[in-house]
């Protein structure tokens, strides 16, 4: 089992990737390492496949790419918080909307069969633990090291 299954599992009671929203936090912090193309580049090739992929098949760059998803939104100091050790900060179902996009919440909440709002309130509940547990030293780990 690999540092996101447990994460994800802890956040999750246990079930981890195997729930919707498991799978969702799966996607987002994995960097899509299950594409082989984008795996390990990391970086600025990461955000352009998530930029230019509108469903979660395009969800690349793991912790970092969506570090960086919240520094272009103006968000940055929230994202940064996760990473770090002190307290997290809070993130709204609105802020979250305006990091992610209309279609690619859309798609996120269609993965995990809910509605974009209900889903929001999930992720804004348990993004920041999830991306404060794939951190533990404080660093956005390389994409290449973390197992899923």
Do not use: C, T, Y
């Given at each position: 089992m690999g540092l996101l299954d447990q994460v994800i599992g802890g956040l999750m009671g246990g079930g981890g990737g195997g729930s919707p929203m498991g799978g969702v936090l799966s996607s987002l912090l994995g960097g899509g390492q299950q594409q082989s193309a984008m795996g390990g580049m990391g970086g600025q090739a990461g955000m352009t496949g998530m930029g230019g992929q509108p469903g979660m098949g395009g969800m690349g760059g793991g912790v970092?790419?969506?570090?960086?998803?919240?520094?272009?939104?103006?968000?940055?100091?929230?994202?940064?918080?996760?990473?770090?050790?002190?307290?997290?900060?809070?993130?709204?179902?609105?802020?979250?909307?305006?990091?992610?996009?209309?279609?690619?919440?859309?798609?996120?909440?269609?993965?995990?069969?809910?509605?974009?709002?209900?889903?929001?309130?999930?992720?804004?509940?348990?993004?920041?633990?999830?991306?404060?547990?794939?951190t533990p030293n404080g660093q956005v780990p390389d994409e290449g090291t973390v197992s899923v």
């Open positions: 970092g790419g969506l570090v960086s998803m919240f520094e272009q939104a103006g968000l940055g100091h929230i994202a940064q918080s996760w990473v770090g050790n002190g307290q997290n900060q809070p993130v709204s179902p609105d802020q979250l909307q305006s990091v992610f996009g209309q279609d690619r919440v859309q798609a996120m909440a269609s993965q995990a069969g809910m509605q974009p709002q209900d889903f929001l309130g999930q992720l804004s509940q348990h993004l920041p633990h999830a991306v404060s547990g794939m």
